[in-house]
Structures are given as C-alpha cells and as structure tokens.
C-alpha cells in the first residue's frame, strides 16, 4: 500500500485540463417524453434473492424498479441497485486520497434485454450514460443510504463499448465555488462509440445540476430522472483535418489514459486493428480543430496497424509512460514501446483475450479469455510476463465459462473476476517478481464474493396462474431452455449466494469454497440460454478511502457492491487515517464540515443563479 501511495504522490496530478469546466449553457435538461427513447426499455428488474453465508435465508424475492436500489445489509453492507438493462461498460470516479468523499460510478448498458450489436461497420444509436452516486462507502462502517440515481447523459453517438475517468486532478469539492455558469467539476470521462469516436465529457457534481433544474421549476420537486444532454468538451477522431477515417478504421473498442505526465494523452484501438496516440492538450493547427457549434476535434499525433483484427484492450504501463499493451482477436498480445511502433518489444499468441489488469508492482498481466479456444483443463485466469524476467505464464485460477471481465488492485495486490457463469472471484496475487510457478497450493490464494445461479419456479406454490410457465414434461421430452429475457423471466429466478467476506478463517472447510473448488472446472454450460445469470464487468475502487470495495453488473441488470472487509489491516486505517488529516489540512475550511459546505454551496448557486437571470 505505501508503494501504491508513494506512486500516487509522484506521478499524479492534483490539477489538470484547468480549461475543460462544466457549464450550465451546455446543459439541456430533457422532459419525460423526450427522455423516453434513451431510456433502457424494462421497467422492473428480473426477480432475485440473496443468499448470505452464515445468516438465515431471505427467501423474499425482490424486484426493483428502473433507477431505484436496495438498502445496504446492516451486516454484511453489501448493495443492490437496478440500471434498466444488461450492464457492458462502468468505472468507479476516482477522487484524491483521504478526500472521504461520495463514490461515483459511471455505467453503461444496453437499451434491451435482448439487445445486440454488430462488430463489424459504425452505426449510431441513442443511449444512455449513467451517473451513480454508490453513497460514503469507507471500509469500517455501513454505508447510511442507498445507492441513487445521480443523473444521466443522453446521447446519440451509438453504445458505448469502454469508458474510462482521467484517473487523477479532474475531481474538486462539491463545496468549490465556481462563478456562474461554471459548476464545480465531478471527473473527466472519455468514452468510445460504436460511430468510431471517442468523446470526452467534463462531468459536474449532481449538486449543481439539482440546483438549477430546482429553480427551473420554480421550487417544486420532481420525481422523475434527471435526465440532460450535453456538447461533449472534445471529440477523438482518427484520421486528419484533410481526410478523417473514421469509417475505415472502424469501431472504437477500447482506451486508456496515460496514468503519469498530466495525463496529457489517450491511447485507442478500433476495429482494423489500428491503435491511435492523442495530445489533448496539442495546440497544433493540424491537429486541433475547432467546430461552429463550440466544440473541438483532435486528431492523433501518430496512430499504427497493430493488429490483424479487432483491438479489443489497449492499456498503458504504469511504471513508464514508452509501453502499452494490446490484445486482439487475432489472439496475440502485444507489448509496444512507443518510441519504435514498427515492431513490438514482445508478442505472445495466447487464446481470445476479453480484458487485461496490468498492475502497478509488476511487470506482466493478468489476463481474461474466451473459452472457445482453451484447451481443456486451461480455461481461466493467467499471469504472463511481459519479457523482462522471462519465466513461463502462470495459471491463476481455472474457471469454467468465459472471464468476461479482471479488475486489479494495486492497493491490495488483488484481483477479481466475472465470468459467464455467474460467479465473481477474488484472487491475492504473490510475489510476482519471483518465479511463482513455484508457489505452493495457490488454490489457497483465491476465494469466490458471491455466485449467481438461475432457480427454476416452484410452478404449484410461486405462481400456480400462470399456464403458459408450467408446461409438463418427461424425461422424453427434450428440454427447451429460454432464449430471450422474457421467457427467461417467466422460468427462473436470481439466486445470488454470498461469502461472508469479513473473514477468510477456515475458508478451505466453508461451503462457498467446496462449491467453488467443485465447479471451477467442471460442470455443464448452456451456451442456447439466455444468460441472465453472466456477469459481464467487476471493478474495484482505485480511491485509497473505499479501496476495499467491489463493483459488479451483467446481463440481468443488477449491479452489486461489496466490500471485501477481510482484506483490512491496522495499516490500512493509518494510511486512510494519515490522507484524510493531509486532505484536510489543504482542502477544507475550518471550523466547516464537508456536508455543511456543500449545502452551503448549493443555497448560494441557487440565489446567483436567480441574480444572473
């Protein structure tokens, strides 16, 4: 953790792209009807139950309605909200160390249950960017309210395939004070569409945007979402001022800040394999254009075929700003140094790559694949050297279906993962520096957060009305498994069983873990089902103050948050005690609370902004 701090304090910014601040003139807040065709199509959430490890089941099913959450368990903290569609692309916010602020998170997800969404050629659609607020999440306490509905940005670019938050300096107060229009700033967040451009959007506290629609309305209070569209602060586009090339390039895929140097460039890679470097803050002629209608476009300072296929990751050495690494479906990984792009350092001919976590102590990945082109007895997580030291890759934890999504620590050192079928695991990595083929019983190193499982209703006691869910059949009938939400819905329910993540004390003799050794490798899969129960994104809080705490979503909507409460240590409290008395020391006004301040904030937005109109 010290490392992870110390690197944080050196390569981090406190404050960048001091220009790009949100503006109320570019807010648009959208009516009910003209929200309606951004907004995903169900209504309820499919239904669900928790089990919990150690307490008495709950056998209640839940269903939750678009926008609207689960309390937190007063117990185990854990929190359910429901986004409205199948969950393909989120990130935590992040905010500075020891700010002890509220976690955000920005979601993505798909219009339809059912949707789908071809690779191959760009085309636009309406969609709907999420803003969260998770609550004050801090790794000793239960958080006090339910996860919320922020705001939403409606959009016409196409799905959003990645997204990811300046990973530093763009976060301020809530309490900052910012003339009129100016609102104080949430994050900076640069998403990549399926029209093949990438936007970068400059976010601002819901607070403010609150405040203003308030007095739009003249006081009175709405119940519905809060819903706004927005002229994106700049467009990434490949190609020239003379010739953009978008639609040869193809989809954008994926991106990644640089995490050091002001975090001044963004790296892309898009469908024809092509891999594109931009300056954001260039003020070169051929490289920036400004548009009639306010906004800029940027065009790369150098972009390179990298691939044969598809660049499904792209993401950036932590440790020096000259590496990245790329992952595509013509099953390589690259290692490139970025001063010679005409070959890369090192290439490795792996199995489909989904998602890779390059993590700050070492100097390899850990990668997610695809199952259709394992071995048998191969499928699951790998750690592979990136060449330096140069042992053979590590086989981390098997896994039975497809890893759609790795999110690393560098906080704990940790690693989880969500796979097809249903389960999120948590993996402790070793001492990567070292050979660890040589570890002893790394089986003993990972342990499962919670599985996802779909239960068949009990047709004569849960819904003895419904004619059309409780056909009879024999053994000589074949079974026809549910292949669209709707059926799917009609014959299942959610079943998510928990770990008691509070400790790991005898977890080799818990049942999660027998269930877990017993299935990891073995068991069918039902790839003609409708997999309601896959989890398609996990991501751990990079902010040192909720470090401890796990996000997940995928195809049933549902997003869950943990906190991983066993992997807390006494020097984990000082560290968070030593940056909350540093942050504040250099951000916060004496004598005043932060909810104070920011309640004060927002009473002096409202009459300024009475004043100016």
Known sequence: MHMTKEYREKCYSPWVFPEWIPSLKDWKFLSESEALNYLPQ?????????????????????????????????????????????VWSMEWCPCPEGSASTQYAAIYSNKGMDDRHKMSGTHIESALLQIWNIGDLQHFSCPTNKATFAYGVALDYGCIWNMKWCPSGAWELPSSN????????????????SNGKIAVFSLPHPESLTAYKTYQSKGSASQQPLICKVQCTVVLEVGSIQASSNSQCGQCFCLDWIPMEDHKFL????????????????????????????????????????????????TWCKASSD???????????????????????????????????WQLHWCGISVAQENCYVTFGLNGIHYIDAGYIGYKPYFVAPRRGTVWSISGSDWLNTCTTGDSTGEVIMMLLADMTANPNNIKRPSDRRFPVYRTELVHFDAAASRPSDAEGSTETTDRTPVCEPRTYSEAIKKFYLLFEDTDMRSFKNAAKREPMKQMYAT?????????????DSIHKVRFNPNLDAHG???????????????????????????IRESQAQFNTMYQPQGTTANEASMKTVIHSIETIVEVL
């Open 323 to 357: 590496f990245i690494l790329t992952a595509s479906e013509d099953r390589k990984l690259k290692f490139w140094d970025l001063r010679r792009t005409y070959e890369p350092v090192n290439v490795i001919k792996r199995y489909l790559s989904t998602e890779v976590s």
């Open 520 to 532: 990891e490798a073995k068991g069918s899969l039902s790839p003609d089902r409708m997999p309601l």
């Open 267 to 314: 790296a892309a890679g898009f469908y024809d394999g092509t891999v594109a470097l931009w300056n954001l803050t260039t003020k070169s002629l051929l490289q920036r254009v400004c548009q009639t209608n306010g906004s800029v476009t940027l065009y790369p300072y150098h972009s390179f075929i990298a691939h044969d296929h598809a660049v499904r990751v792209v």
């Open 178 to 193: 910012r003339k009129i229009p100016q609102m104080p700033r949430l994050g900076l967040l640069a998403a990549s569409f």
């Open 42 to 86: 169900e209504e309820k959430s499919p239904p669900f139950r928790i089990r919990r490890e150690g307490l008495r089941d709950d056998n209640m099913l839940h269903r939750i309605g678009r926008f609207q959450s689960l309390s937190s368990h007063y117990e185990r903290w854990d929190l359910a909200f429901f986004v409205g569609g199948p």
């Open 549 to 575: 705490w796990l996000l997940s979503g995928g195809q049933s909507g549902i997003v869950r948050a943990h906190c991983l409460r066993g992997l807390n240590s006494p020097i984990t409290s000082k560290l």
